[in-house]
């Protein structure tokens, strides 16, 4: 047992965890992949005596402790990812990857880790009246983790009464905490157009329905979508991501179609539907006026990470009280990127939030061949989820 804070006792095994953390890093798993991650996962577990479940949501496990006390039915879910990226690693210190194109290059070793260290520090403690349930979600990146988590049956065998998430932020100093009591990142969907023409010789254009001009004046129209229809007190993206016409060594030849892919990233569900559907009109529209016709196929990837006010308030108050109020940030402005956890809080109440690692300014950011997670942050992330299961679930006095 330990008598010292959650903070003091998890410092005493950093080295263990920092260890743990390089060696996920050094192996790296793309999403549904993870079967070494996710075993050595299920064995730290059961070797803390932690009840341990395998399989859900594929390569998903979670972990079960129960408190001194669970008669009160109190159930608190705390989530990490354990997935890596399709990409190459530019490090050279000792625990770089060992994987060509496979890289930790957001950090999901360092949540690993995180959730292992207060599966370890809760589990030796149980100062909690309840259950506390420890998910390490498989495929965050783009594949729907949560989601086949959540198929699986995760809530309906585990119905939490809360849940939580963090995530590194480069953008925060090391030793800070950054919240929301709203939104924290936005819905991701992914837009294709695809434009169809009549194709002809580039010196006669004038016996062709041009799809890579059509193309042009549709890109061009569609940012009109962010700057004359959506209220400038809301957010919203629009951004074509690839364009694919003709061939490279074919300059005299006018092709016959065109394809646009691109990403739309909102925060409220009313701007997404408006978004779509002034795509739709316009894209259309544009098509027609050159004679040419053009089907937009819209998918709704990720929905928007929404904290629940009184959620996210308990974590800025427990932070606050960890490590000063300076050091926290209650009104972490939104990011635009998307996070599969959002599948999670649309079932549950809770909350996602920032743990500062620092690295911004040296381009140590997410999704960048040099990144590598700050383990000096390691025991305030594992700290916060503690602290979290046993505020969530108090013992009686």
């Known amino acids: 047992m330990y008598a010292r804070s959650p903070l003091?006792?998890?410092?005493?095994?950093?080295?263990?965890?920092?260890?743990?953390?390089?060696?996920?890093?050094?192996?790296?798993?793309?999403?549904?992949?993870?079967?070494?991650?996710s075993g050595i996962v299920a064995g730290s577990l059961e070797a803390l005596g932690i009840e341990v479940h395998r399989g859900i949501g594929k390569t998903g496990v979670v972990g079960v402790i129960r408190g001194k006390r669970f008669d009160s039915g109190r159930m608190i879910g705390l989530r990490a990812d354990m997935d890596a990226l399709p990409m190459t690693e530019d490090n050279d210190f000792g625990h770089k990857s060992t994987k060509p194109g496979l890289m930790h290059g957001c950090g999901h070793d360092g949540h690993t880790a995180i959730l292992i260290g207060a599966a370890k520090y809760l589990a030796q403690t149980r100062n909690f009246d309840?259950?506390?349930v420890l998910i390490f979600q498989p495929a965050?990146?783009?594949?729907?983790?949560?989601?086949?988590?959540?198929?699986?049956?995760?809530f309906d065998t585990f119905p939490c009464d809360a849940i939580y998430a963090l995530h590194n932020w480069p953008g925060l100093k090391p030793g800070t905490v950054g919240i929301n009591p709203g939104p924290m990142m936005a819905a991701a969907d992914r837009f294709e157009i695809q434009i169809t023409g009549r194709g002809g010789h580039g010196a006669h254009p004038y016996q062709t329905i041009d799809p890579v001009t059509i193309a042009g004046q549709i890109i061009t129209a569609l940012q009109t979508i962010v700057s004359r229809n959506v209220n400038p007190l809301d957010s919203a993206v629009v951004s074509i991501g690839s364009l694919q016409a003709g061939h490279p060594g074919a300059m005299s030849v006018i092709p016959r179609e065109a394809k646009m892919v691109g990403t739309v990233r909102t925060f409220r569900k009313s701007v997404q539907e408006m978004v779509e559907t002034r795509m739709r009109e316009l894209v259309s529209a544009i098509a027609g006026a050159f004679g040419g016709t053009a089907e937009v196929v819209y998918e709704r990837i990720y929905p928007a990470t929404l904290n629940t006010p009184q959620h996210a308030n308990l974590v800025a108050d427990i932070a606050t009280e960890m490590i000063g109020k300076e050091n926290v940030v209650r009104d972490l402005v939104p990011s635009m990127g998307s996070e599969d956890f959002s599948f999670m809080l649309q079932s549950k109440p809770g909350a996602y939030f920032r743990l500062g690692q620092g690295g911004a300014d040296s381009g140590c950011v997410l999704h960048n061949s040099h990144f590598d997670f700050?383990?000096?942050?390691?025991?305030?992330?594992?700290?916060m989820f503690c602290a979290l299961a046993e505020r969530g679930m108090p013992l009686a006095d």
């Open 8 to 37: 003091e006792s998890i410092r005493l095994f950093h080295d263990e965890l920092t260890a743990l953390r390089r060696d996920l890093h050094a192996h790296p798993e793309l999403g549904f992949e993870e079967v070494r991650t």
């Open 130 to 132: 309840g259950t506390a």
């Open 140 to 154: 965050e990146e783009g594949r729907g983790g949560a989601r086949a988590m959540l198929e699986d049956g995760l």
């Open 374 to 383: 700050n383990d000096a942050v390691i025991p305030l992330g594992s700290a």
